[in-house]
């Protein structure tokens, strides 16, 4: 309760400079019996209820605060994310390509229409001057974009963050 933008931004800030393979961002959660539950019952935020209890949920923010709303923080920390362990990546980063690839690769074999990973591997191709392949991944971003509406979804919400 009462965090800032600003004080959430330099977590970010501070999570790109530890120079980790990978970061996990995670909102707050308050739960009953918490110090942090009575700090936000006492702001009004959310209702001491079996309701509230039972809709508790641990991956994302549901009600809003005066500082940051639910949809506003929820962004910011799916942003951060893409932020540190994506565009930011240490291994991309540092040139060290091939590791950062395997990384990429691992996400698009699960999320096979995550276009902000298939960008960081196509910006790693380029790297190592495989022009073939950031051609041929270039295609598979604007299929994805054209075929699979997560993919399309993801571009709309998060594309300003591509080159």
């Not at 980063?93 to 960008?119: E, M, P």
């Amino acid at each position: 309760p009462g965090e800032t933008k600003e004080q959430m931004q330099e977590t970010v800030d501070y999570a790109k400079s530890l120079g980790a393979d990978w970061c996990v961002f995670n909102i707050a959660t308050p739960l009953v019996g918490s110090e942090m539950y009575d700090q936000f019952i006492n702001l009004g935020v959310i209702k001491d209820s079996e309701e509230s209890w039972l809709n508790t949920v641990f991956d994302s923010r549901q009600f809003d605060t005066p500082e940051i709303t639910a949809r506003e923080l929820n962004d910011f920390v799916y942003r951060a994310n893409l932020e540190c362990n994506f565009l930011n990546n240490p291994n991309k980063v540092s040139g060290q390509f091939k590791k950062a690839i395997l990384i990429y690769q691992d996400i698009v074999s699960k999320y096979s229409f995550h276009v902000i990973a298939w960008h960081c591997m196509m910006e790693c191709y380029r790297g190592l001057g495989d022009n073939v392949k950031v051609k041929q991944i270039k295609d598979t971003i604007e299929n994805l974009i054209k075929t699979d509406k997560r993919a399309e979804d993801m571009f709309v919400k998060y594309g300003d963050m591509m080159s």
